[in-house]
């Protein structure tokens, strides 16, 4: 949960520069150096060892042919190849953009809504709101589990609520069936980070001035347009941010879900990229291969947040 | 506060321009009034529902479960609590998560403290250079690292070992600390740290005598968001935990699952006992918790 990594961004020269700039005479403060390096080499260790070294390590992997066992052979770029052709790699490259993009609308627009109700003075506000935040809390895990027992043909909640409103007729096997069960999963994460975004819209709700909208109400402007035409752009940064959140969020971070609700399955109409590399290096012990699958997400998150980042700073001069 | 849109929570003095009807609490403003309700209300029911269902079928027998799917249960078996216990294990699971968390996060504040404030205050070559590998290590998730992190913590002798685990979760969670530690030791004021440096404390004494008692705040942040992510984490747990006695409370739980058919209410029984903990501190935490996760986000 990255949340502090973009207004930061926006005033990374850091302040502690100036006052080496004014106090002229003294020359680079190296007297820190030592210090410094101190400080850091905990940390540099650990990101040496568990960073660095398992990044150089898979990438040159991914260029080889192993097991796991025998010798590794360098094979160049056959397993990009062979990921290039490969149905279900590509089918699971296609429902993780699904997802992305299915999460990433719903939990926007249902969160800003959400905002939007909380953002009143209402009796029992801090009730709702903390509801809304419970299933945050919860681990990915629990909430897979609560939501395949909901959806679970037998007694699930889901189908015995559509029964009891007479809606028997639209009971499905919500996670058997290849044409939905990646709905229903999307459905579960939009679930589970649904209050996230809604705290985070509804405190950039509250640092919109107040009178911007009585102003705007006096001059007789509809709610409608009040919400278009003050609401919104000031609210843009915000979109942004829940934006990139959920981006990162939703590309790597499925797998637990996914596995606990459908493994991949029916059929692999569910399955993701990160589900396809763990079954293909710890079930078929193609190492290499799996190590391939994880650049080319990589590849694929990194371009996706750089894209949004671009696009969020041209916009920004535009607002 | 109310963003000037309503204002049915603070009757005013009726208005003359009988036009401007948005503000008066007339039976369109009771009509919006239980518009919100209802549609509060909707929210609340499917957020809380579900967790009532599994407390309902947590206390219900098999055959209660089958046939009263709705409902709370028609007498309380408590029994299924024990029995869950037992035959889950989580005992054991809740001691290994407490611990690998536990661990995890005394490494963490050990180590990304020095590195955020050396980031924040120190002048020294290569500052740049740290901080912008802190922040594209932000954007490599550890789980596209999944099978080389695999392969280096087996060449570690760090699998089914609880402390590596708890290691690797310290560094998984580090870039993130040290960037949310660094924006806070930048907020403090220089002369403080000038006076004590021209009182001849030492860079270290500094640190933990003056900085850290002021940057508490951004201590707890660093320790809400790492728990949360690491109590709950499946992922790195899965990939590096293959031994049944070692396993944590989430792996517990899908294994519990997978290895027997349909015991379902003892399933609720056990979500119950390691969800219900969680969801309890979060409420009566929840005002810093909010604060906290807000305020990074919204400063922009």
């Known amino acids: ?319 | 506060m109310a963003a000037g849109t309503s204002s049915f929570a603070t009757p005013r003095p009726a208005r003359r321009g009988v036009a401007d009807t948005l503000g008066d609490l007339g039976w369109r403003g009771l009509l919006e009034f239980s518009g919100i309700y209802l549609a509060l209300g909707i929210v609340l029911l499917q957020t809380v529902y579900p967790l009532l269902w599994v407390l309902f079928g947590s206390l219900k027998t098999k055959t209660d479960l089958i046939n009263n799917v709705w409902g709370p249960p028609q007498e309380l078996v408590f029994q299924n609590y024990a029995d869950a216990w037992r035959i889950a294990g989580i005992g054991s699971r809740i001691v290994n998560s407490l611990s690998i968390t536990a661990a995890a996060l005394v490494v963490l504040v050990a180590v990304a403290t020095p590195c955020a404030y050396a980031l924040a205050r120190l002048k020294f070559r290569g500052r740049a250079v740290v901080l912008a590998v802190t922040v594209a290590a932000m954007l490599v998730p550890p789980q596209v690292m999944a099978i080389p992190l695999f392969l280096v913590a087996r060449d570690l002798g760090m699998i089914n070992n609880r402390l590596g685990l708890a290691v690797i979760y310290a560094a998984t969670s580090m870039p993130l600390s040290v960037f949310i530690l660094r924006s806070f030791f930048l907020t403090l004021p220089a002369d403080l740290e000038d006076a004590a440096r021209v009182d001849g404390a030492s860079r270290l004494a500094i640190l933990t005598r003056i900085m850290l008692p002021l940057v508490k705040p951004g201590v707890a942040l660093v320790v809400i968001f790492a728990f949360i992510e690491i109590w709950n984490d499946f992922f790195l747990a899965f990939l590096l935990l293959r031994k049944p006695e070692l396993q944590t409370i989430p792996l517990g739980l899908v294994a519990f699952f997978q290895q027997y058919d349909s015991l379902w209410n003892l399933y609720f029984a056990t979500l119950m006992i390691t969800t219900l903990p969680v969801i309890i501190i979060f409420l009566l935490m929840q005002r810093q918790f909010i604060a906290g996760l807000t305020a990074g986000a919204v400063k922009a």
């Open chain 1, 1 to 319: 949960m990255p949340t502090d990594v973009l207004p930061e961004q926006a005033k990374a020269p850091s302040p502690g520069r100036k006052p080496a700039r004014l106090g002229a005479p003294r020359r680079p403060e190296t007297g820190d150096g030592a210090v410094a390096f101190w400080m850091i080499l905990p940390a540099g260790i650990l990101f040496a060892l568990f960073y660095v070294w398992p990044f150089l390590h898979g990438f040159w992997l991914s260029l080889t042919n192993w097991d796991g066992f025998s010798e590794p052979r360098f094979a160049g770029l056959a397993n990009y190849w062979r990921l290039a052709r490969d149905p279900i790699f590509l089918g699971a490259i296609e429902n993780n953009l699904i997802f992305v993009l299915s999460v990433l609308v719903l939990k926007n627009i249902l969160g800003l809504a959400l905002a939007l109700l909380l953002n009143r003075a209402l009796l029992g506000r801090a009730f709702f709101r903390a509801a809304a935040f419970i299933p945050v809390t919860m681990s990915f895990v629990a909430v897979g589990l609560l939501w395949s027992w909901i959806y679970n043909p037998v007694f699930g909640l889901l189908n015995a609520g559509l029964d009891a409103v007479g809606l028997g007729a639209l009971k499905q096997s919500w996670l058997g069936d290849a044409h939905i069960a990646l709905y229903s999963v999307i459905a579960v994460d939009v679930w589970k980070w649904l209050g996230f975004h809604a705290v985070i819209y509804l405190a950039g709700l509250q640092t919109i001035p107040t009178d911007l909208y009585e102003s705007a109400t006096m001059d007789g402007a509809s709610r409608v347009r009040r919400f278009w035409h003050i609401t919104l752009p000031l609210i843009m940064p915000i979109v942004f941010i829940n934006t990139i959140l959920g981006l990162s969020g939703a590309f790597v971070r499925n797998f637990d879900i996914v596995y606990v609700l459908t493994k991949g399955g029916p059929n692999h109409a569910t399955e993701v990229a990160l589900t396809y590399m763990m079954t293909k290096a710890f079930q078929d012990g193609q190492m290499s291969y799996a190590s391939a699958m994880g650049y080319v997400l990589f590849l694929i998150v990194g371009l996706a947040c750089v894209l949004l980042l671009a696009l969020m700073r041209r916009s920004r001069l535009a607002v």
